[in-house]
């Protein structure tokens, strides 16, 4: 089956989770991704959390599928390597500060200037420009800047950090590869490339939608846990089970309300649809819940199309049916990975190979951009490479 990216070739400078999920979704669609890495601590997310051989699960999962190159562009012989790699690449990603590859000679008028079909994206917490363009930031910051982390949370209670990143992944990534192979397109189509400037607090920002339509309504957002998919109402919630485990209800339309009520044997709720904000209802559906163990509600539910399922952990998620049937557990590298979150007719997706060693494919690299052995042998000996 045909790779949809084949053909590609990205220069990949970007470190730790949000850049190298990124290109990880474009190696995983066919693209030839070199992972370019300095000759000192590399990427750090090698050491960061437990793995086999001394590279973390983590560097492992997100970098799957690519080659590995070495390069120092500090100096000038590792600027000029990559300058000659750019000649024949399609896009380049890297998630230094504003500012740091233009400081290096390498930045996008630069390589822009060898290639003028090049995609270059930069991802930063807050872009290009701007007050805060030089400020640090981790994800935490940037869903706290747009507004998310505020809204995060149980009523009463204090913001709640969410277990998935969202700024890096929604924004770092996801957005970052949307805007890449839209540029891409473009390229292709008209030989003119592109600088995309992908600040993932704005992509937050950009998806934080309900509590914009309250502001617009109100003039004000609702209060933590409030609003209708915060937990503020009845129908759109979490419940505690007997055996301390939950279930989740998501039994917004008045249909799904009315099976949902039907399924509980609780036919005098159907009328009280219109009260689901009221504490007094989701009080009589906290009581319900606890009366039956996660594993009693679940068989009750499985056959009522209503939008109520358990909340499962992550190895139980891996070992669902649903998942299964998907492909979505992937053992590779001597570990469990998923499978991309699409599937495209004509196309098996495929871990055809690990995560690189750092400089792992340096020389074959190098080889392929007209250097010969001895030159390859001399940029090692100065460690350029």
Known sequence: ??????????????????????????????????????????????????GADGTSWFFRA?????????????????????????VTADIVVES??????????????????????????????????????????????????????EQTGTAGGPPAIPALQIGDLLGGAMSAVSAILAALFRARIHGEGAFVDVAMSEAVLAHNLFPLFALQANGE????????????????????????????????????????????ARPEWKTRYAETATPELRGELEALFAMRTQTEWTALFDPVDCCVTPVLTLAEALAHPQAQARGMAQVADGMTQ????????????????????????????LAEAGYAPDEIAALRQSRIV
């Open 96 to 149: 230094f500060r504003p500012g740091v590859m233009d400081r290096l000679g390498v930045g996008h008028a630069a390589l822009a200037a060898i290639n003028p079909r090049l995609v270059y994206c930069a991802i930063t917490g807050y872009g290009q420009d701007g007050p805060w363009a030089l400020r640090a930031g981790h994800d935490l910051n940037y869903i706290a800047q747009a507004g998310v982390l």
């Open 338 to 365: 998923y499978a991309p979150p699409f599937k495209i007719a004509g196309w098996d997706f495929a871990i055809e190979r690990p995560a690189p060693a750092a400089g792992q494919h340096s020389a074959e690299i």
């Open 1 to 50: 089956m045909s790779r949809p990216l084949a053909g590609v070739r990205v220069l990949d400078l970007s470190r730790l989770l949000p850049g190298p999920v990124a290109t990880l979704h474009l190696a995983d669609l066919g693209a030839d991704v070199i992972k370019i890495e300095d000759l000192g601590a590399g990427d750090y997310a090698r050491t960061m959390g437990e």
């Open 221 to 264: 957002t609702p209060p933590r846990g409030a609003d209708l998919l915060t937990g503020g109402h009845a129908n759109y919630g979490v419940y505690r089970t007997a055996d301390d485990r939950y279930m989740a209800v998501g039994a917004l339309e008045e249909k799904f309300w009315q099976l949902f009520c039907d399924a509980v």
């Open 62 to 86: 997100v970098n799957r599928n690519k080659r590995g190159l070495t390069l120092d562009l500090k100096q000038k012989a590792g600027r000029e390597v990559l300058q000659k790699l750019v």
